[in-house]
């Protein structure tokens, strides 16, 4: 073979070459953008999870509080079986203790709550609060807004675990 037969086939090599890097460099940038994009996607899909569920979270707390305000009864393994078992499973372990220990103070002031209060009597359609002298309330009133307070403080550092979770999960 002569020289002039050699370079045109060395040419269409490396041109057929180049043109395999290039698909392939391509290709390994398309398949990271989409990966990126897949994890983007996956970043913002949990946060929105994460928001409805703590909303949920915080929608159900509050509504027992009420309740409990209103002596009504309430149980909140009925209502938030889905939401602890969401909890259970998404959020971090550092959510689970503070939800946790909301649920417990909230449970030790509604106790609290309930023997802090004069005896209600239902007379038709209207509640009657029974009023006694000495109060047999008195002992309880104290501790009662003692465990308020504390389920409170214990609420708003559930509240801050849950931001610090959804701004975590937006990265």
Known sequence: MDMKEIIPIIGNATTGVFALLAAYFAW????G???RDRKTALAVERRKDLQEL???VFAHLEQA??????LESFDLTLELSRVNAKIRLIASEEVNLAYDDAADKLHEWSLLHVKASPRQVKVGE???AIIQAPDPTAAFKKPAAE????LQASLDNLRKCMRSEIER???
């Open 28 to 31: 390994r940038l398309k398949r």
């Open 65 to 70: 509080i009420q309740r409990g305000q209103r």
């Open 54 to 56: 703590f909303s949920e």
């Open 147 to 150: 465990a308020y307070e504390a």
């Open 33 to 35: 953008t989409d990966d």
């Open 169 to 171: 999960a937006g990265s």
């Open 126 to 128: 209207s509640t009657i």
